[in-house]
């Protein structure tokens, strides 16, 4: 310690040694002078005294003076002596000594007192002054002529021993002065920092960790009373701090650690615990060395280093085993060198995350997107506003649009005309509601040509049940669809008129039937046997009958309103099915040309043959029975126009 | 701080000496002593204006004025030959001839040297021999017109002055004036200059008192010179006392001493004038005090 830290190391130091020294100063002084007042005082009446001897002694000596009468004077001066006097003398007015208190200066002349004795109007006259003699000079005046001086030299006399008393007196006060003060001193700053120690003293310990304390307060409101709770105020605000950083660090699914300079741990949380299978008060303190083998614990602090000569963050990707259970955790580390205010080092300050989930996610993303390029079926995703986001190679491929130019449009430019508003709102319902639709749908294609889609739209929602998604998947079935179309050809068709058989004559029967029921509408059911075909068929042939068949359908069919349905029963039997009749006789006039387009002549090459139609007719509701039994009315209703003679109709119900 | 407080720097204080006189203006200082006519104070008032009036008109020189405390003093003086130049009465004159002094000048008309006998006025002697049984005070036994002439005087009066009457002798011509003013005494002996200046400065005692008798003049105050000085200056001396009467300033300096002028005189004179006198004081009282 050196001298200036001995004596201003500390606050208190400074204040006990500067009240001290300011004393001591101002004691000094004060005593001087007024040791130097006294002293002058004194001075000031051994003047005064001089003055006054001096006086007298003019006063008295004048007559002895005129007469120079030296016997006289000599006594004057050896009998004025008393205490202090140095000298008395008595000079004419020339300078010569006429008496003095030492007679062997009588005869000598004065050499100071030219000037004096030159004075026009000369007075008492002090001609010099100090402690130890005061040399006093009178005029000896007879008859307003100076005829002569006394001079008087007055030393301290008895003061002499009480100036130098007073001084003695003024040094030991100072002294006693200056070393009670500087016990005050102590004593004084000792009870104003006391506080200022205490809080001092909390610091201390709450630097080396002990954050509960705080300083006391005693409810005084000087300036130590406000510091005092401002520091506490201080130490609250950082334990508050403190605890929500230790939340933050706690809670962070990281590793978080702050390592000094030397490598050991000055925190650590809980996600760090798990690295070396230890709790935090195990780990705080010590180095990676003493923690981890030797390798590990190199190539951490080989990184810790690292970051301090960078300066700045570093990052490093590793491998880590948890000592806990084992397991391998891929990390991102980021260390950062760690500095105070003045810029010194103080450690680093490490974060790893574990990004072991995002790696094997990213793996699967990067599966995923493989099947999303590779898969034959159209992939679009759209967001909750049905905006596409992505579509894969094959929706390029299905319906010739390229990822650019469908990338933010809504999936509606996609939709066919042959689906309606219903269908579409009943696609949304279904995902709003199940989340999933399954179905068929006609898209249309970059050309303007359709195609069947085996459609599956699922929605996707978030953690709060909101659609974020739609990932519609589809693949082309047009090619199926034209089996299916041509299955059902098969099926519900006569191969040789293409007119629906009597399988889809039931469906539309009862489809008619249903929807004449609903509307109060009428349906007629017309059965039509051609007369004279037999014979062709005999005459010319099956194929010849064919191609009657044939022509006879065709004319049917053009003879029909839109929304009737004709179909061959077999042979040469047709059904009609007239909907929305208004009343009989609309059925009569479709009737009457079915009979005439049916009359007229069919060329067979170069035969012309003919043929009529007998048609029964029933009417529903009129006839209001089942649709088969419909059916049987109007066959009915045929034979009796056969046995009307042909070629014409008979409605069922009519005598 | 206290210590330099203490141990100040102090000025040197103190008379400092020299052996030679200081020789500041050149001019060489002569005293002259005055038998104590007054006082020594009342002496430099009146007799201080003549020395001004000498070294005014001496070249070089300086005259100062040396009063006596008494006559024995003044011919104490005398006799060491330590003043330069003397104003004494006859007697001491004629005395001062035997130690080296030579007159130069009277001071005075020798009419004006009388002896003058003060009473109080309510107690005016009817004669000289009313004074038997009575005190007399007396400047000094050497005051020529104030002790040894009215002695004369009242002896040639039938009176036994030695056994007769009682002689005091007070130091000056102005105590022996107020001595009978006082009653201390039945007659102040004085003589006729230092009566008429006591009448000017104090009139109210003066009026109490009355100059009963006077004895015979005789001869006035000399000037004289110690024998060693240089002849020029005596006669410089000389010169101006003799010429005072010439010139207003002088003449009022006369007035104040209360002389006429400064009549010429030598060692002849005096001797002359004073050794009846001095011889008839022998016989009449054995031996010149």
Redesign the interface.
């Known amino acids: 310690m050196t001298l200036r830290d001995g004596l201003f190391g500390t606050l208190r130091r400074q204040l006990a040694v500067g009240v001290a020294l300011v004393h001591a ?1 101002m004691m ?2 004060f ?3 007024l ?2 007042r006294q002293q002058d005082v004194l001075q000031a009446r051994q003047v005064e005294e001089a003055r006054s001897l001096a006086r007298t002694l003019a006063l008295s000596s ?3 003076v ?4 030296l016997a ?1 004077l000599a006594e004057l001066t050896q009998a004025g002596g008393q205490s202090g006097v ?2 008395l ?1 008595l000079i004419d ?5 006429l008496a003095h208190t030492d007679p062997a ?1 009588v005869g ?7 000037a004096l004795i ?1 004075r026009p109007e000369p007075e008492v006259a002090v ?9 006093v000079a009178a005029p000896v005046v ?2 307003g ?1 100076v ?1 002569g001086w006394a ?1 008087v ?1 007055v030393g301290q006399g008895d003061h002499a021993g009480l100036s130098a008393a007073i ?1 003695r007196d ?2 030991v006060y ?1 002294l006693v002065a200056i070393v009670i003060g500087a016990v005050l001193a102590w004593l004084m700053s000792r009870a104003i920092t006391a506080r200022l120690h205490q809080i001092r003293t909390v610091a201390d310990a709450v630097r080396h960790g002990r954050h509960e304390l705080r300083a006391s307060d005693d409810g005084r409101n000087d300036e130590i009373g406000v510091v005092a709770r401002g520091f506490n105020a201080m130490l609250d605000a950082l334990a508050h701090e403190r605890r929500l950083l230790r939340t933050l660090v706690e809670t962070l699914p990281d590793m978080v650690w702050v390592k000094d300079t030397a490598g050991r741990y000055l925190l650590c949380n809980p996600s760090l615990e798990r690295v070396f299978g230890r709790k935090e008060a195990d780990i705080l303190g010590k180095t990676d060395h003493e923690l981890l083998p030797a390798d590990f614990a190199d190539h951490f602090r080989v990184h810790d280093l690292r970051a301090i000569e960078a300066g700045g963050p570093v990052r490093n990707e590793e491998w880590v085993t948890l000592a806990d259970d084992g397991s391998r955790v891929f990390v991102e580390t980021v260390k950062t060198p760690m500095y105070d205010a003045e810029g010194r080092l103080l450690g680093v300050v490490g974060i790893a995350r574990d990004y072991t989930a995002r790696l094997r996610s990213t793996e699967q993303l990067r599966l995923s997107a493989s099947v999303f390029a590779v898969c034959l079926e159209g992939i679009v995703i759209t967001d909750a506003d049905n905006r596409i986001i992505d579509v894969n190679p094959a929706f390029t491929r299905i319906t010739g649009f390229k990822r650019d130019e469908v990338l933010g449009r809504t999936s509606a430019f996609l939709s066919s005309a042959r689906h309606g508003a219903v269908f579409h709102a009943a696609v949304w319902q279904a995902l709003r509601e199940a989340g999933v639709w399954r179905g068929e749908m006609w898209t249309q294609g970059k050309f303007g040509e359709e195609f069947a889609q085996q459609v599956s739209i699922a929605a996707l929602r978030d953690d709060a049940g909101t659609i974020t998604h739609y990932i519609e998947v589809f693949t082309d079935i047009s090619d199926l669809k034209a089996h299916e179309a041509e299955l059902d050809e098969i099926a519900n068709h006569d191969p040789l008129t293409g007119l629906p058989n009597r399988r889809l004559l039931r469906d539309r029967l009862s489809q008619a039937y249903a929807q004449a029921a609903r509307g109060r509408s009428g349906l007629g059911v017309a059965l039509i046997d051609l007369d004279g075909f037999k014979p062709i068929n005999d005459s010319l042939g099956h194929e010849a009958g064919d191609r009657v068949l044939r022509e006879i359908a065709a004319r049917l069919s053009h003879c029909l309103r839109s929304g009737d349905t004709v179909a061959r029963l077999g042979g040469d039997e047709f059904v009609l099915l007239l909907v929305n009749l208004a009343d009989a006789d609309e059925a009569r006039q479709v009737l009457e040309r079915v009979l005439h387009a049916v009359a007229q002549p069919i060329t067979l090459g170069e035969h012309r043959v003919a043929v009529s139609a007998s048609i029964g007719l029933t009417v529903f509701p009129n006839d209001a029975v089942s649709p088969e039994v419909l059916l049987r009315h109007a066959d009915a209703a045929m034979y009796r126009a056969k046995e009307a003679g042909r070629n014409t109709w008979r409605l069922f119900g009519d005598a | 701080m206290l210590l330099a407080a203490c141990a100040r720097e102090e000025p040197v204080v103190g008379p400092r000496f020299q052996v030679a006189p200081p020789a500041t203006t050149g001019e060489v200082l002569y005293r002259l002593a005055v038998h104590p006519l007054h006082n020594p104070t009342k002496l430099l008032q009146v007799y201080g204006g003549l020395t001004d009036y000498l070294s005014a008109r001496l070249n070089a020189h300086r005259i100062e004025l040396e009063a006596s405390n008494d006559y024995a003093h003044f011919e104490n003086k005398a006799a060491r030959r330590r003043p330069e130049f003397l104003l004494p009465n006859p007697y001491q004159a004629w005395r001062a001839l035997g130690y080296g002094y030579r007159v130069i000048a009277e001071a005075g008309d020798s009419a004006d040297f009388r002896g003058v006998f003060v009473v109080r006025r309510d107690r005016v002697p009817a004669a000289p021999a009313a004074l038997r049984g009575q005190a007399l005070c007396y400047p000094a036994p050497t005051a020529l017109a104030a002790a040894m002439l009215p002695q004369l005087w009242l002896a040639r009066q039938g009176l036994d002055v030695r056994g007769e009457t009682e002689s005091i002798y007070v130091g000056s011509q102005e105590s022996a004036i107020l001595s009978a003013y006082r009653g201390e005494c039945a007659v102040g002996v004085t003589w006729s200059l230092p009566w008429r200046a006591f009448q000017r400065t104090h009139p109210a005692e003066a009026a109490e008192l009355v100059a009963v008798w006077q004895t015979d003049p005789l001869i006035n105050n000399a000037v004289m010179a110690r024998d060693d000085l240089p002849s020029d200056l005596i006669a410089q001396v000389q010169g101006v006392l003799l010429a005072m009467v010439t010139e207003d300033e002088g003449r009022a300096l006369l007035q104040r001493l209360e002389i006429a002028r400064f009549n010429p005189a030598d060692d002849v004179r005096y001797r002359h004038a004073l050794q009846a006198v001095l011889d008839e004081y022998v016989a009449r009282f054995g031996a010149l005090p």
Do not use: C, H
Request: proline share 2%; aromatic share 8%.
């Open positions: 100063v000094s002084f005593v001087a002078d040791v130097v004048r007559a002895w005129l007469t120079r009468d006289g140095e000298y003398m007015a020339r300078g010569e000594v200066r000598q002349y004065v050499a100071d007192m030219g030159a001609l010099g002054a100090n402690p130890k003699l005061a040399d007879a008859a002529r005829v001079r030299g001084a003024g040094i100072t």
